[in-house]
């Protein structure tokens, strides 16, 4: 009888395990297979970048790249001018974009169509190809502004010159500013007319009501967007390197860069990157804790009417403030730009006979190197959206599906966002420290590429399809499992299907960053791997403007159409809504 039992219970352990494997969710290998590859991304070259700063050649601990990256004086300089440069180019911003959020969202100003669309347009043009702009226009003697002045006065010299760190602030706010405009404009958007016509009842002007009522109610969102710019200038590179560089001093990003030329300082490269990471972190909490607290609009949000105020013949000062800005930002780089394009020789001006195609022909047709740089870009930009977008929509839903307790989802979407607070040139050189030995010997192959765009630009597909999957009633796909369908089947079925149109938007959210990313591309392309952001910062070491604005144009154009793409399927707040978000 012993034997009997035992042979029975054997004979059913395989009918036991086939039970368990039929009702046992599958998906659940979807989602571990997700969140491993996330520590993948961001954990390990994170984590190599700290333990490489304190390695020598032979892999032994040493404090000596610590003391190599801060023992000399023009190291701390760069530093230095990092921090000059970031309070700096934030000040201008707030001077550039909180007049303008106000002017457009409180006041009756004519022309809001024309400002908005020159906006967008700053926010298309990549930072480096504004510079590129603006070194064309405000190049010492040779810049169409000193000509114009030259000729004007016939004075020997124009008294512009964009190779110099205030020429350096200029350029960067000029591209940077439309994060005030956006944020302060949402906020301002909030506040009811309430508290203002109390002011005006009890006597006081509207530029009275603006400075005590009015901004005050913003003002945390005026500092985190502030927080948010000095950021975003501390970390840029391709500004930096096309006038800083020329101009003799170093900002922290052209500093790594050169730690870069051969031999590669590895060790120095990491430690000298801890305080940008340390200072990005910290301003980013600080930022995170400010935009967070609610209560200054919370007060007048809800309810109440938001009216437009009269300003009279004041309106039309406004309307040339916003113009100056866009004219500055926008209208004259991008005419400069389409000039040198279509020039022979863009110093000969504009003229019929300086005209040519051959430039964007060159580019798009002749030139066998920009052909590959071009296809590589969008190779790289359209497989990296692909797997941020998979990645995204894969932690999303487990977290808000709860498929893992709350302090894992919590992990879960800080690993996620994470990537967002670093530079993406401190997230270049932890690829670099993390695949350039075995066991991945990623360096050099199109692989390090795709992985570090798509580590880069991962919290911008994460909002988005954490904010689509919230969208989706969980009853609908509790009613298909209730029917006898599997959890894969209610996605395949019930979630993708809704999700089509978002999750196109995201992906081109994601792809038209990727297609313009440098700070990262340059420290991990090889020659059989180049982008067409580096092959134009190439260009720019070259003298050769006609080439690289013919290149440059290729980049916004494309960028066009994908955003008139954005717009007929999310609608026309395509762009600002999820830049808000």
Same mark, same amino acid.
């Given at each position: ?99 303008? *959020?106000?002017? /457009?969202?409180? $006041? ?5 169509? =024309?400002?908005?669309? %020159? &906006? !967008? @347009?700053? #926010? +298309? ?78 006597? *006081?002007?509207? /530029?009275?009501? $603006? ?5 005050? =109610?913003?003002?945390? %969102? &005026? !500092? @985190?967007? #502030? +927080? ?354």
């Amino acid at each position: 009888m012993a034997y009997a039992k035992t042979t029975l219970e054997e004979a059913s352990l395989p009918g036991r395990f086939e039970q368990r494997w039929k009702h046992w969710d599958k998906t659940t290998i979807v989602w571990i297979v997700a969140i491993a590859f996330l520590v993948f991304l961001v954990v390990n070259p994170l984590l190599r970048l700290f333990v490489v700063s304190f390695q020598d050649a032979n892999g032994a601990f040493t404090l000596a790249n610590y003391v190599a990256a801060y023992s000399r004086s023009r190291y701390l300089e760069a530093l230095l001018n990092s921090l000059i440069l970031g309070v700096s180019a934030g000040a201008l911003c707030l001077v550039f974009g909180v007049p303008m *959020a106000w002017a /457009l969202s409180r $006041t009756d100003m004519p022309f809001k169509g =024309l400002i908005w669309i %020159a &906006i !967008l @347009g700053t #926010f +298309i043009i990549p930072p480096y190809l504004g510079a590129v702009g603006w070194i064309l226009l405000a190049g010492p003697n040779a810049g169409w502004l000193n000509k114009a002045w030259m000729a004007l006065t016939g004075a020997g010299a124009g008294p512009f010159n964009v190779y110099s760190m205030p020429g350096l602030v200029l350029v960067i706010a000029c591209y940077s500013f439309p994060y005030v405009f956006v944020l302060t404009k949402s906020a301002l958007d909030l506040v009811s007319s309430e508290m203002e016509d109390a002011a005006n009842i009890l006597g *006081a002007g509207n /530029l009275k009501t $603006t400075l005590l009522i009015t901004l005050p =109610l913003v003002l945390p %969102a &005026i !500092l @985190g967007a #502030f +927080i948010l710019v000095f950021l975003e200038a501390i970390a840029l590179f391709g500004s930096p390197a096309l006038i800083a560089l020329p101009a003799r001093f170093h900002v922290v990003t052209t500093q790594l860069w050169q730690f870069f030329e051969f031999p590669p300082k590895i060790g120095v490269a990491s430690a000298y990157a801890m305080p940008l990471l340390l200072i990005t972190v910290f301003l980013f909490w600080v930022q995170r804790r400010i935009t967070h607290r609610k209560g200054y609009v919370s007060l007048t949000g809800k309810g109440g009417e938001r009216r437009p105020m009269s300003l009279g013949p004041w309106k039309w000062l406004m309307l040339g403030w916003c113009l100056l800005v866009t004219t500055m930002s926008f209208f004259m780089p991008l005419a400069v730009i389409c000039q040198a394009a279509f020039a022979k020789a863009w110093g000969r001006g504009f003229s019929l006979d300086n005209l040519t195609l051959r430039n964007l022909h060159a580019v798009l047709f002749d030139n066998d190197l920009t052909r590959t740089a071009t296809l590589h870009t969008f190779l790289y930009a359209g497989a990296a959206s692909a797997i941020a977008l998979v990645l995204a929509l894969c932690v999303a839903y487990v977290t808000n599906r709860n498929l893992v307790n709350r302090h894992v989802s919590g992990v879960l979407g800080f690993l996620t966002m994470a990537p967002f607070v670093v530079p993406g040139i401190v997230l270049a050189i932890g690829f670099y420290a993390a695949y350039t030995r075995p066991p991945l010997l990623l360096y050099g192959t199109a692989w390090i590429l795709i992985l570090a765009f798509t580590t880069r630009f991962l919290p911008i597909a994460f909002v988005n399809s954490n904010a689509a999957i919230r969208s989706i009633n969980p009853e609908l796909e509790e009613a298909v499992r209730t029917l006898g369908g599997s959890r894969l089947t209610a996605i395949r079925h019930v979630v993708l299907p809704v999700l089509k149109r978002s999750m196109a938007g995201a992906f081109i959210l994601v792809f038209i960053p990727a297609t313009r990313e440098l700070s990262t591309a340059i420290f991990l392309y090889s020659i059989n791997t180049q982008v067409l952001s580096v092959l134009l910062f190439d260009k720019s070491d070259e003298g050769n403007f006609e080439m690289l604005a013919s290149i440059g144009l290729v980049l916004v154009v494309i960028t066009v159409a994908l955003i008139l793409l954005g717009f007929r399927l999310m609608g026309r707040d395509f762009m600002l809504r999820r830049t808000v978000a």
